[in-house]
């Protein structure tokens, strides 16, 4: 694990600084663990930084540990489910004239697709986006199916962590949104129709538009984008961290607690177990959370879609 995990920032570096060192490769080669050995101790983030660069320099096939991480694996893995699963539900095309056999009475496998299907076709895409609202399902579907598998690889023994809590990832799919919805406003509206019906709002005096529009301009292109990305990272990362705080506090206080230690009181015992309890209870919650987000962030997508479509802003 590198040492800039958990750092506090030196001589003004950023706080979430970029390092390779940051995520560990899936298979480590004898190039990542030479450089892993280099680092070792260095609590200067300049000179952090200068020893990857080294290591980039003098071991070229150090790049391959780099974007081979575990969680580039999670994240194909979670597309490669999300493709599987809707394959398995679909209902197969056949003539045979067996209404559970050819899809007319769904069985389990195909009601749970279609439960699933309608959940976004109905809930989010029918209602939020209306018209011409069929189009974007099947983005819809794949985005909140993705966004939900790679949660709930937080929940999962063999993972215990969830893609989106590296920020990258989150960013990657708020920039396919922010393209999503920019694209069908301008194929619609034209670049420069689009551009006005995003900046300036209807039935306002012309004196407030200078103030407005440079508003808008960041409401509707800077920020969305980035609260949509920083929402999914932050909630994600969040919990799993208050979880990891429980269960190693209470282990903590439990194991490394006795009658000998110096000040040593019943107390501490009972609070680890208590901790260890509560992990519990905030690994539901988390549970939860990432049922959530994925419904939030699609909302939010069709949302901007509807945004970018509609006639007024």
Not at 156 to 176: D, E, Q, R, V, Y
């Amino acid at each position: 694990m590198s040492p800039l995990v958990g750092m506090t920032p030196l001589e003004g570096a950023p706080v979430f600084g970029v390092s390779a060192f940051n995520s560990r490769p899936l298979f480590p080669s004898s190039n990542w663990t030479y450089c892993e050995e280099l680092v070792k101790g260095i609590t200067n983030q300049k000179e952090l930084a200068s020893t990857h660069t080294q290591c980039l320099t003098d071991h070229p096939a150090y790049w391959t540990d780099i974007w081979l991480t575990n969680h580039i694996t999670q994240a194909v893995l979670g597309a490669i489910v999300v493709i599987v699963f809707w394959l398995v539900v679909s209902p197969k095309r056949t003539t045979d004239p067996d209404p559970t056999k050819n899809g007319v009475i769904p069985g389990k496998r195909q009601f749970l697709g279609e439960y699933g299907y309608n959940l976004v076709r109905n809930s989010i895409a029918r209602d939020l986006i209306g018209h011409d609202y069929q189009k974007f399902v099947p983005y819809l579907v794949a985005l909140f199916s993705f966004i939900l598998v790679n949660n709930l690889f937080g929940q999962t023994f063999l993972f215990m962590f969830p893609t989106f809590s590296k920020i990258g990832f989150a960013w990657g799919l708020a920039a396919a949104s922010w393209i999503l919805y920019n694209a069908v406003g301008i194929h619609k509206k034209g670049f420069f129709g689009y551009l006005k019906s995003m900046t300036v709002p209807s039935g306002v005096p012309a004196p407030m538009l200078i103030l407005l529009i440079p508003l808008e301009f960041l409401s509707n292109f800077i920020v969305r984008p980035l609260t949509l990305g920083l929402r999914l990272f932050a909630n994600l990362f969040a919990g799993h961290l208050v979880v990891m705080v429980f269960v190693v506090g209470g282990s903590w206080l439990l194991l490394s607690t006795s009658s000998s230690s110096p000040g040593y009181s019943p107390v501490w015992n009972v609070a680890g177990g208590l901790s260890l309890l509560m992990s519990f209870f905030v690994f539901a919650i988390e549970l939860l959370v990432a049922c959530l987000q994925a419904y939030i962030f699609t909302v939010l997508t069709a949302q901007y879609v509807s945004s970018s479509l509609a006639e007024e802003h």
